[in-house]
């Protein structure tokens, strides 16, 4: 059973830059799709967006263009979420989900445990 | 505001029948699979249903999912007070290339 297991909390002030970090336990990846999501302080999920894991090509949400940058580090199975000029409301949980991609998908079925960013001056 | 439409709450009794209902579009639900997460607090969501009604080796049978036209539906058989959670459903947005989500339903088990 694969897991992932994310980065610790993050504190920053905004216009400051975070990375976090996805590590799946085998150090591989074992499907191609990591999908980032976030969830703000009692809100909803919202998908930030995947990276395909074997090409390396990404794909962001809606609103998550410009700002949030995905990047691979294939021979540690890790994947990276770099999000820059934080803003306040970018305070939330972010999640990192395993997923197949296309026809392959069947669901984000497994879950890293959640990294905690707070935006503050 | 949430592309996809869901209940803020829903509850029943223990061993009662609830239902959520998802409502959403032809650039999403109408023609995309949806696929429903469980979620405790302080805890990462869970895949429940996936592909409108098919449940993840683990899932128990009273979970079940349904999708007609627009809308879907995650029902719950047999309500037991562990069931007490957020209940999110989403499918995957023509129109916004993305994966559009409800904004939850937190089902009480009185």
């Known amino acids: 059973q694969v897991h992932l297991v994310q980065s610790g909390s993050e504190l920053k002030k905004p216009g400051a830059s975070v990375i976090l970090s996805c590590k799946t336990s085998?150090?591989?990846?074992?499907?191609?799709?990591m999908n980032w999501l976030r969830q703000a302080p009692g809100q909803g999920l919202e998908w930030v967006g995947y990276?395909?894991?074997?090409?390396?090509?990404?794909m962001y949400g809606q609103g998550f263009t410009g700002r949030f940058v995905f990047s691979l580090e294939t021979s540690a199975g890790t994947t990276y979420l770099q999000i820059s000029r934080l803003k306040a409301e970018d305070t939330a949980v972010y999640y990192c989900?395993?997923?197949?991609?296309?026809?392959?998908?069947?669901?984000?079925?497994?879950w890293g445990q959640g990294t905690t960013v707070t935006v503050s001056s | 505001q949430s592309v996809l439409t869901q209940p803020p709450s829903a509850s029943g009794t223990p061993g009662q029948r609830v239902t959520i209902f998802c409502s959403g579009s032809?650039?999403?639900?109408?023609?995309?699979?949806v696929y429903w997460y469980q979620q405790f607090p302080g805890r990462a969501p869970k895949l429940l249903i996936y592909r409108n009604i098919q449940r993840p080796s683990g899932v128990p049978e009273r979970f079940s999912g349904s999708q007609s036209g627009t809308s879907a539906s995650l029902a719950i058989s047999g309500l037991r007070s562990e069931d007490e959670a957020d209940y999110y459903c989403?499918?995957?947005?023509?129109?916004?290339?993305?994966?559009?989500f409800g904004g939850g339903t937190k089902v009480t088990v009185l």
């Open positions: 989403t499918a995957w947005d023509d129109s916004l290339s993305g994966w559009a």
């Open positions: 032809s650039s999403n639900i109408g023609n995309n699979h």
């Open positions: 990276i395909n894991t074997k090409t390396g090509n990404p």
């Open positions: 989900a395993e997923s197949g991609v296309g026809d392959g998908f069947y669901g984000m079925d497994v």
């Open positions: 085998g150090y591989t990846f074992t499907r191609p799709g």
